[in-house]
């Protein structure tokens, strides 16, 4: 069954949008290093992207309420196209910088968290509610192939050709994603406040219009009083640390426990791609025979067994098939728990609840990357086997806080 042509078009969208995030991968550390031997500086490219991420999380949630969403998609393409086409120049000039790459990467850090959160808050305006599952698998997917089969490899060959030529690509599909976004219907607000009300919405007075710290305020609010949405954001913030425990220093590990040199570690992570392709074909039907609430407690666990495996293991392909089973889990949970808020959340609330879920999503990538880092310095398994605890810890949150009965209307095969 279609999805529909408004489905199609906001893939195509993401899929060249994501192509161009899986050539920076690659080509914007490797400009750093071409401008610099201090490895802090090449590091902090990575650390700038985050803290602007952060920063303007709440602010484009607000204005992802405020204005309409196909709109953003559009505008934050076509600028990051134009932002890149300026860093190209520059490079291909003489004229290139640490300052200048610097610059052009907190403005395309905010635009990436515009185009993104607006195509995941108008994703439910275009598809039926009982489509989200597969809709979202499909996104998923193609992100995958994306950023970590096609988009690497192809930002290293571009940018052994030339420095800027990467970034000329890079641009090039960002101003096209933003163009083929145009073709996105207009929906207006009216339409968007009366889809996919739930039980759990219903009734709610609709927020007025104030200052965007206010509204940010009173997203947050929203996702407090929730208790699905609130519990999701909880596991989603815990899941995030106990992510990047492991997988801050994952390299290392590979080197030290596994006895991998660079290229074996370039294939294990590709191999572990492979089980994030898994989960985005599987997940719909596996929360059609579960339920999202055992398919999420389910997926935690699996978590909690494959990282508590890779702690103990030395084997190189043992290694390979947990952590693909680990991409695995975490693929199925992404997508069961966006489509629970596409569908929970009113719509003229998606961006501003979303943007608070991750806000907590990202303080824990901080804190799970810096507590591995000291972990590591006791033994370099000790931040898997922290990893496996934290996702323990998220399988026991969704167990007592996460009811069946506030899931139910969202399982019936009708919803």
Not at 67 to 80: K, Y
Not at 198 to 204: K, M, P, V, W
Not at 206 to 233: D, F, H, M
Request: proline letters at 4%; charged letters at 10%.
């Amino acid at each position: 069954m279609t999805l529909g042509r408004p489905f199609r078009i906001l893939w195509s969208a993401n899929a060249l949008s994501n192509l161009s995030d899986g050539l920076a991968f690659i080509s914007m550390p490797l400009l750093a290093a071409s401008m610099t031997d201090d490895p802090r500086w090449v590091a902090g490219l990575a650390t700038l992207y985050a803290v602007v991420r952060l920063v303007v999380a709440l602010p484009i949630g607000v204005y992802v309420d405020r204005v309409d969403r196909r709109t953003l998609i559009v505008g934050a393409n076509v600028l990051r196209g134009l932002a890149l086409l300026v860093l190209a120049l520059t490079i291909q000039f003489g004229a290139g910088s640490l300052l200048v790459l610097y610059a052009v990467m907190a403005v395309v850090a905010t635009l990436e968290s515009t185009a993104d959160s607006s195509a995941v808050a108008l994703l439910p305006s275009i598809v039926r509610r009982k489509e989200l599952d597969r809709a979202n698998s499909r996104v998923a997917a193609v992100q995958l192939v994306a950023d970590e089969f096609i988009g690497p490899p192809l930002g290293g060959m571009l940018f052994a050709l030339a420095a800027a030529a990467p970034l000329y690509a890079m641009g090039g599909l960002w101003a096209a994603a933003g163009l083929i976004a145009l073709a996105l219907p207009m929906i207006s607000r009216t339409q968007e406040s009366a889809e996919l009300v739930s039980d759990e919405t219903a009734g709610q007075e609709p927020v007025p219009r104030s200052s965007t710290y206010a509204e940010a305020i009173a997203g947050t609010q929203w996702l407090l009083r929730s208790p699905v949405i609130r519990n999701l954001a909880i596991i989603g913030g815990l899941a995030s640390a106990g992510y990047m425990l492991p997988f801050s220093v994952l390299v290392l590990f590979a080197g030290a426990q596994l006895g991998l040199d660079s290229t074996g570690y370039g294939v294990l992570l590709a191999v572990s791609a492979l089980g994030g392709l898994l989960g985005s074909a599987v997940t719909a039907r596996l929360r059609l025979w579960w339920g999202y609430r055992w398919t999420i407690i389910a997926s935690l666990l699996l978590a909690m067994v494959t990282l508590t495996g890779l702690s103990l293991t030395s084997h190189p392909y043992l290694a390979a098939v947990l952590l693909a089973l680990y991409i695995f889990h975490a693929v199925v949970w992404n997508i069961c728990s966006i489509s629970i808020r596409q569908q929970v959340v009113p719509s003229d609330m998606l961006g501003r609840v979303g943007a608070a879920s991750r806000v907590l999503g990202l303080l824990g990538l901080a804190v799970g990357s810096a507590l591995g880092g000291v972990l590591a310095t006791v033994h370099i398994a000790l931040p898997t086997a922290a990893g496996a605890a934290v996702f323990s810890l998220c399988a026991l949150i969704a167990l007592y806080s996460i009811g069946g009965g506030s899931l139910r209307h969202l399982d019936a095969p009708s919803a």
